[in-house]
């Protein structure tokens, strides 16, 4: 079973120059979530902050109960057998064959005897599709068949915590996409923390239980998937739909003349597209971390995009009456504290005054498949 991570007032410097600052969220035990943001933005450097690779100027990291900033080199070591890391190129050992990679782990922290290394390796490949993969080495096989052999090296110590950095990249469409099945079935078997690094915006959409986004040395957002696919938080919105509209440019961001440059133009964001069914396991069987479909949007009155969930019947709010769908931050969702729930932390926009009148809502009970229609509740 997967641990919490609780990430509080984090900052990370490397001289002068500042990655990131004062981020705080919480990673639910056991649940899938997604780390986004435009290159440079410190991604693969947060991921090796939480495994104590790099030390922070300030925040704090816990995991299982223990602040990791704080530890000796001694108990951090410890706590890092609870990670498993699968890396961008995989990082086999180009002379060994994938046995004796996959096997590195358990012979250099374990005391096992060869019989018992040899079950769990070969339990391992198959459990990532590698049998019969034995004595091939890294250069006779695919760049796929590479992240899956790191993958099998990541988790035969039994990681409680898996972190993914970029594992699509270089991949095609196609492997990337039995990579993603790869990661929800294990998720559903090991039950462990996952947290993925990635540019796929189709991985972004359709994987995670929770996602975040990193811009501007800040962490502009994270919480349930749901919270980001309905939000019109620009910068958000911009990312997670691969659009060149927003305030996201080939710099980071754009400057005030390009904004109005595409204002004037009658260049904008767009619709919001619909929200995809989150993948399922292989079996069909529901992860234990699974949100049921729609319950976030039905929770906090945020009425989706036309034609979300396709081919499912959904409970979700009905239209607003002034027509707006997606979550504008006019009345956010109560901003949850890190840890609080088992739940994501997230950072939201502010919430309304006290003398601002609240909008009426009507109730939640339409039912609102692909083709906009209500159904019949089942029975």
Not at 105 to 122: F, G, N, Q, W, Y
Not at 164 to 175: K, N, Q, Y
Not at 344 to 371: C, G, I, K, N, Q
């Amino acid at each position: 079973m997967g641990v919490e991570i609780r990430v509080e007032h984090l900052t990370k410097r490397f001289g002068r120059q500042t990655i990131w600052e004062d981020v705080s969220l919480t990673l639910p035990a056991g649940e899938i979530s997604v780390m986004l943001g435009p290159s440079g933005t410190g991604k693969s450097v947060f991921l090796k902050t939480l495994i104590g690779l790099l030390k922070p100027e300030a925040g704090s990291i816990t995991i299982d109960g223990r602040d990791i900033t704080k530890v000796k080199e001694r108990e951090l070591y410890e706590i890092r057998k609870l990670f498993g890391v699968l890396f961008q190129d995989g990082a086999l050992f180009g002379s060994q064959n994938l046995y004796d990679n996959i096997a590195f782990p358990l012979r250099e922290h374990t005391k096992k005897s060869e019989s018992s290394i040899k079950d769990i390796v070969l339990e391992k490949m198959e459990m990532t599709g590698l049998t019969g993969a034995e004595k091939k080495l890294p250069g006779e096989i695919s760049g796929g068949m590479r992240k899956r052999a790191g993958l099998a090296r990541a988790l035969v110590l039994d990681p409680e915590i898996l972190l993914f950095d970029e594992p699509d990249s270089g991949l095609d469409p196609v492997r990337t996409a039995y990579l993603n099945q790869l990661i929800v079935d294990l998720n559903a078997e090991i039950k462990a923390t996952f947290l993925i690094v990635t540019h796929d915006i189709a991985t972004a959409r359709s994987v995670p239980d929770n996602i975040g986004l990193l811009y501007r040395r800040h962490l502009a957002m994270f919480g349930p998937r749901e919270m980001l696919l309905s939000s019109n938080e620009p910068v958000v919105r911009q990312f997670l739909n691969g659009q060149r509209q927003g305030p996201i440019g080939m710099a980071e961001e754009k400057d005030a003349g390009e904004l109005a440059a595409e204002a004037a133009g009658g260049e904008s964001l767009g619709t919001l597209p619909p929200i995809p069914e989150q993948l399922p396991t292989s079996d069909g069987a529901q992860r234990t971390s699974q949100r049921e479909p729609g319950s976030w949007l039905r929770d906090h009155g945020v009425v989706p995009p036309p034609g979300s969930f396709p081919g499912l019947d959904v409970e979700v709010p009905e239209q607003r009456e002034d027509g707006v769908t997606g979550w504008t931050g006019d009345r956010p969702p109560q901003p949850v504290s890190a840890g609080s729930n088992g739940r994501a932390a997230f950072h939201a926009a502010p919430a309304p005054a006290a003398d601002t009148p609240a909008e009426p809502r009507r109730p939640l009970r339409s039912r609102v498949p692909a083709s906009g229609r209500a159904r019949t509740p089942r029975r």
